[in-house]
């Protein structure tokens, strides 16, 4: 009988909220059932496919690619309705002007890729080749038209952007989608391996819409335990980014969801 539930955790500013008050609460109930494991989405995505870890926050297109292996934790994703901030293409040129072009899209995402190639197909009519990259953006934007970066490379970059006196598009995917569809987009779910141990998941679940309840009443408190400095990201930054990420998974987040699983079938990017 499994012992250990093996939890994956997004180091990125999105989820903050919602792992720092589920890992204070590990800590007051003295709970030693869990094990945390973090990692980027890709990553993520990779170690609960195969099994090395049982529930995390992953990618929506982990689980439309594979949802034969996975549960879903009800009520409970990163979505918006409208701008993410976090999920942008930086582009030197109108994003009408990239068909035909090699563009750079962030290693850390599998969804967002996806998302740019339904974008740029179903709404603007055009493709580009997509050419995965970890370097800074100064440097990508210095050999290729367009790079998209994802979580906290973006938000920082944008922020940034603000500073420096150069023509730079920045187009927010989230804000993209939903001017298109009305409906909202979900980045990431909350799933769960069929095979994991049901005791331990139900009383997860449990911590999990505990935290999540304290988490978006006490976004001001949270802010002041950040690891983001003050001038990078200020705690009315954060708590603004908060505020605009939809964290339930309700009917409209799954029409959203159907949505985009027509479109990546459509363009085979499932």
């Known amino acids: 009988m499994q012992s250990m539930l093996k939890i994956g955790k997004i180091n990125f500013a999105n989820l903050f909220p919602i792992f720092h008050c589920l890992e204070n609460d590990i800590h ?3 709970t030693e059932s869990y094990e945390i494991i973090s990692g980027v989405p890709s990553y993520l995505n990779s170690l609960i496919r195969e099994g090395k870890i049982d529930v995390s926050p992953s990618s929506s297109i982990e689980y439309l690619r594979h949802a034969e292996l996975y549960d879903l934790i009800k009520g409970h994703s990163v979505s918006s309705f409208g701008a993410i901030e976090s999920i942008l293409l930086f582009s030197a040129d109108d994003i009408r002007n990239l068909g035909g072009k090699t563009v750079l899209v962030s290693v850390q995402s599998e969804t967002s890729v996806a998302l740019l190639k339904v974008i740029l197909s179903e709404f603007y009519g055009i493709t580009v080749n997509m050419e995965p990259s970890d370097a800074k953006l100064a440097e990508g934007l210095g050999t290729h038209p367009a790079y998209l970066l994802i979580g ?60 999540k309840k304290q988490a978006l009443s006490t976004l001001s408190e949270i802010a002041l335990a950040s690891p983001y400095p003050a001038e990078i990201l200020s705690k009315e930054m954060l708590v603004s980014y908060w505020e605009n990420i939809s964290y339930d998974l309700t009917e409209k987040h799954m029409q959203g969801l159907k949505l985009f699983e027509s479109y990546i079938i459509k363009y085979e990017a499932i």
Do not use: M
Not at 178 to 199: M, Q, S
């Open 28 to 30: 007051l109930n003295k």
């Open 152 to 211: 906290d490379n973006a938000l920082i970059e944008n922020r940034r952007s603000v500073r420096i006196n150069k023509k730079i598009y920045i187009y927010d995917l989230g804000q993209l989608w939903y001017e298109h569809t009305g409906l909202p987009f979900v980045f990431a779910l909350w799933i769960a391996r069929k095979d994991c141990n049901r005791k331990l998941l139900s009383e997860f679940e449990f911590s999990l819409k505990r935290a």
